[in-house]
């Protein structure tokens, strides 16, 4: 019970957080008040999607300042834990969560047009609104951050340990921004080539949790001074990627579900048009197309 309760620290991430939080409420505020002036109610998706939101950022509370990131620091198996969470659950809630004309709304300086400031940032996100070239970042950001140099250094340096926080933040919004939208962004590809993006993701993340699953040596010496009780170096390091194995799969999964349905979705939807087509405009020809009735003479 004593792990649980104690060890909580905060930071300016932490921080940087909260802000986050204040800016939403703000613009919720502000919705309200715009709303009630048209004598109308927030949608129920809104209050939902704000919801979502703010667990996401809950989850990146309990990352950051819950004995999570006290015991991060321990044994490599909860850092897995603490990388997932930043990089693969938080992210997911967050653009799930769709803030972003929210927060707009928070910040938006008296006068300015919603429409406006809802536009200006995706025409400025340039490539990163490329879905490949989101995939490759997200990519190079999981597997770099697990080298043995960047590893103990995010561990020993609280400075590159925040860098390592903010990207994995960063580039896993923006990849879930690719995978399964975030309103009032759409994902440029079909849901049938971002389950391809997804199953290609998740297996090269399965290929360096098998790095250190099947490993002998120990990949990880900054973790030697910490006591290890009755657990070696080798075994945390082989538990930890199974954790890297294991976890993200759930989510990973839950969204290749929902993007097949969604493709056969489209699909049923697409047959049905042709259907209806194909009986709205039937082809002329010499015969009648339905049978029993003659043509007039």
């Known amino acids: 019970m004593n792990m649980v309760v104690s060890h909580w620290s905060a930071g300016l991430l932490a921080l940087a957080v909260l802000v986050a939080a204040a800016l939403h409420l703000l613009g919720l505020r502000g919705l309200a008040v715009d709303a009630s ?10 209050i939902r999607e704000a919801a979502i939101f703010y667990l996401g950022l809950l989850t990146v509370l309990l990352a950051l300042v819950s004995p999570v990131a006290y015991w991060a620091l321990r044994y490599v198996w909860v850092r897995s834990v603490q990388d997932v969470l930043l990089a693969i659950v938080a992210p997911a809630l967050i653009v799930l969560g769709a803030p972003w004309l929210v927060l707009r709304r928070g910040v938006r ?3 300015q047009e919603p429409e406006r400031a809802a536009v200006e940032p995706e025409q400025a996100l340039g490539w990163l609104r490329m879905p490949i070239a989101v995939t490759v970042a997200f990519n190079l950001a999981w597997c770099g951050w697990h080298l043995p140099l960047l590893y103990d250094a995010a561990r020993a340096h609280g400075l590159v340990f925040a860098c390592q926080a903010i990207t994995y933040l960063g580039c896993g919004v923006l990849f879930w921004r690719q995978l ?14 971002r389950v391809t993006l997804l199953v290609g993701t998740a297996a090269i993340g399965a290929g360096l949790a098998m790095v250190l699953v099947f490993g002998s040596g120990v990949l990880y010496p900054g973790y030697l001074s910490r006591q290890h009780g009755a657990v070696s170096l080798v075994a945390d390091q082989q538990v930890g990627g199974a954790v890297l194995w294991v976890l993200p799969l759930v989510p990973y999964f839950v969204a290749m579900v929902a993007l ?3 493709w056969l979705n489209d699909e049923e939807s697409a047959d049905m048009a042709t259907g ?9 020809s010499g015969r009648t197309s339905w049978p029993g009735l003659r043509s007039p003479r």
């Open 37 to 46: 002036r048209k004598r109308e109610r927030l949608p129920d998706r809104l």
């Open 109 to 111: 300086y008296p006068g």
């Open 180 to 193: 399964i939208g975030s309103r009032p962004h759409v994902p440029r590809l079909a849901p049938l080539r």
């Open 260 to 262: 097949l349905v969604r």
């Open 276 to 284: 209806l087509d194909r009986l709205l405009n039937p082809a002329r």
